[in-house]
């Protein structure tokens, strides 16, 4: 057995602590300076000012759009997102407001709303602090801050949507609801509800989507939907044929692309991945009555399960860790944290080793935290929070 005494006095602990809010600090105003992902959530509502949303899919107008609107070649995506999700764009009012307040009001509330939701999660008011302090610590959550996409957001949503199952099915529903934006973080959540029969939640989730859906229809006409799955279909070969920038992904599409199969072969084993992926999820999510163990795996089960999932994404594997750290009422062994360190130093080291090989590790990573979780369910008996 490992038996580490870490010795944190509450001065070290202060001194800890400072740093970390100041590196979060200086990446939140480094980010707000760079044109980096959110730059292209900003450029979509100034698209719209001259276009209709269903040509926003037509991916040479809206690249051609951007390159006159920006400088980076870096930063020039399609436009992948379902309809919706602009209603939650103009929600922030970036058709008033200038580049960096834009930025500056979006990622400070995607990440305020994080530590909120942690904050509340964790009931143990004494390692509370200690807890949001090592989370926002993660690679993974200080690389999704400089990179400013909606990282945050999927987080949050999932968590929270997670958490009030039981207690609080409209909050729960309106969060699952809201996560749809990036839809393939949605596949394991409904079947997961229906075989746990909370039909209560599945109806709100279903219910607040097609609201948003339907808000879309009316405002923007059905023609951004029908563009949206004709864009859909193509990510794949975009994907496949190296068009888009594998080496940051992290899923079993874009490590399968890495070994130069066919597109049809990829996409068999690709679809084999994800059912094996979805189906012991979906087993430790029915057998443990979705305790949190079974959050903990389906969380770590939707960042490995998606067949596409960017490296800032992978700040959905913090779901698992605090999941797991709820399951023990927050209160974790060193040994534990040894184990969670290394695992963010294996992080960094391949995704270094991802990005000068251009290949596709980084799905290692959420191998790992998978099976880690699998492990911590099959060694600890059923909890009901």
């Known amino acids: 057995m490992l038996n580490i005494k870490l010795n944190i006095t509450d001065d070290t602990f202060k001194k800890i602590a400072f740093s970390i809010a100041l590196t979060n600090a200086l990446i939140f105003i480094m980010s707000i300076a760079m044109k980096n992902d959110f730059t292209c959530f900003y450029i979509a509502i100034q698209f719209l000012d001259q276009f209709s949303l269903a040509e926003m899919y037509d991916a040479d107008k809206y690249v051609k759009f951007m390159q006159n609107s920006v400088d980076d070649d870096e930063i020039l995506y399609h436009w992948f997102y ?64 400089g990179i400013s996409q909606n ?17 609080k099915p409209i909050l729960s529903g309106l969060c699952f609801a809201l996560l749809t934006y990036k ?59 190296n068009q888009m920038p594998v080496h940051i992904m992290s899923s079993h599409f874009s490590a399968f692309t890495s070994l130069n199969l066919s597109l049809e072969y990829t996409k068999i084993l690709s679809l084999f991945s994800f059912l094996c992926i979805a189906s012991i999820a979906l087993y430790f999510w029915y057998t443990r009555k979705g305790d ?61 080793l991802s990005v000068l090989t251009s290949t596709s590790m980084l799905i290692l990573a959420s191998i790992i935290m998978f099976i880690y979780m699998v492990n911590k369910a099959l060694n600890n008996p059923i909890l009901v929070h």
Not at 90 to 118: C, D, N, P, R, W
Not at 155 to 160: A, D, G, K, P, V
Not at 193 to 211: D, G, I
Not at 223 to 230: D, G, S, T
Request: net charge neutral; glycine share 4%.
């Open 151 to 167: 990282s945050f957001y999927s987080l949050s949503f999932l968590i929270i949507g997670l958490y009030c199952i039981d207690k």
């Open 82 to 145: 379902p309809p919706h999700y602009i209603l939650q764009l103009y929600v922030f009012g970036f058709q008033f407001l200038s580049f960096a307040a834009s930025k500056a009001i979006f990622i400070g509330t995607e990440y305020f709303l994080l530590i909120a939701t942690l904050y509340i999660i964790c009931k143990n008011k004494a390692h509370r602090v200690n807890i949001i302090f090592f989370i926002m610590a993660t690679p993974l959550c200080l690389i999704a801050l």
């Open 183 to 241: 839809p393939q973080f949605a596949i394991l959540i409904p079947i997961a509800l229906l075989l746990t029969s909370n039909y209560r939640v599945f109806f709100y989730a279903a219910l607040f989507f097609l609201l948003q859906v339907i808000a879309s229809i009316v405002i923007f006409g059905i023609e951004p939907w029908v563009a949206f799955f004709q864009t859909t279909h193509n990510v794949w070969s975009l994907m496949h044929s």
């Open 292 to 352: 949190h163990l079974a959050k903990a795996i389906l969380c770590a089960g939707i960042c490995l399960g998606t067949p596409y999932i960017f490296h800032y994404d992978m700040i959905i594997l913090i779901g698992s860790v605090v999941f797991y750290m709820g399951y023990n009422r927050f209160v974790i062994t060193d040994r534990e944290v040894i184990e969670m360190i290394l695992f963010c130093i294996f992080y960094i080291l391949i995704l270094i």
